[in-house]
């Protein structure tokens, strides 16, 4: 059973540009959390989306970025015309219901890199 | 003030040594996760706890529900354990995390 799977590992991106991260949950987990850790900071929440649905979008820049989970394939997160401040780690965690009294489970996380 | 803190935040220790990472948090919670990174690596999660103790291994993880407070702690360190040691709190169906402890033990 693998774990959850994200990609690219590394991303690097010019300042304008879009950048997309796929994370694979873990098989029979339908839910979906994306976290965000910059240079020297700790992780906070983005979204957490379930199939085709967002479920909290609390911690997601209100422009240009965006996350999705399709019926089928990974859950994208979507960062368009990307700055330097975007430069950072994304993790992606996925449970088989909602996070509440459930482990969590990390992919290996997207470095990304604004130059 | 966050609603998550950990200390120390830097924490440098002999191989051997007993070590111990505390957590407090002001928020109402579901569940408490202690989490493990290493540089440039992904997050592992070493435990998840509502009450009392678990064990694994080195480790021991315990949480204090009325004092809203958690320690870990590693006995014989290694240097392998170096690495950021995260704790998080399951609240409302997010995790809120700590700032992290960055943990060096030198043979």
């Known amino acids: 059973n693998a774990g959850v799977m994200q990609n690219p590992r590394h991303l690097v991106r010019r300042r304008g540009q879009e950048a997309r991260l796929r994370c694979s949950p873990m098989?029979?987990?339908?839910?979906v959390y994306w976290y965000r850790q910059l240079p020297e900071e700790g992780l906070k929440f983005m979204v957490y989306?379930?199939?085709?649905?967002?479920?909290?979008e609390s911690g997601m820049p209100k422009e240009r970025f965006s996350a999705e989970f399709p019926k089928e394939g990974p859950s994208i997160l979507r960062i368009q015309q990307v700055v330097r401040g975007d430069s950072a780690a994304y993790f992606c965690?996925?449970?088989?219901?909602?996070?509440?009294?459930?482990?969590?489970?990390f992919g290996q996380g997207t470095r990304l890199t604004v130059v | 003030k966050n609603e998550v803190e950990q200390s120390p935040q830097n924490l440098t220790a002999q191989e051997g040594e007993f070590i111990t990472i505390n957590c407090s948090y002001s928020?109402?919670?579901?569940?408490l996760h202690w989490l493990q990174q290493h540089p440039g690596g992904g997050i592992v999660s070493l435990f998840m706890l509502s009450s009392g103790k678990k064990k694994h291994g080195r480790l021991i993880a315990t949480i204090n529900i009325q004092e809203k407070h958690s320690s870990l702690h590693i006995t014989a360190s290694h240097p392998r354990d170096s690495a950021v040691y995260i704790c998080?709190?399951?609240?409302?169906?997010?995790?809120?995390f700590g700032t992290g402890t960055r943990l060096q033990v030198f043979p």
């Open positions: 965690a996925s449970s088989p219901r909602g996070q509440g009294g459930t482990e969590a489970f």
């Open positions: 989306l379930q199939k085709e649905n967002i479920i909290d």
């Open positions: 928020v109402g919670i579901s569940a």
């Open positions: 098989k029979g987990h339908s839910h």
């Open positions: 998080a709190v399951d609240n409302t169906d997010k995790l809120i």
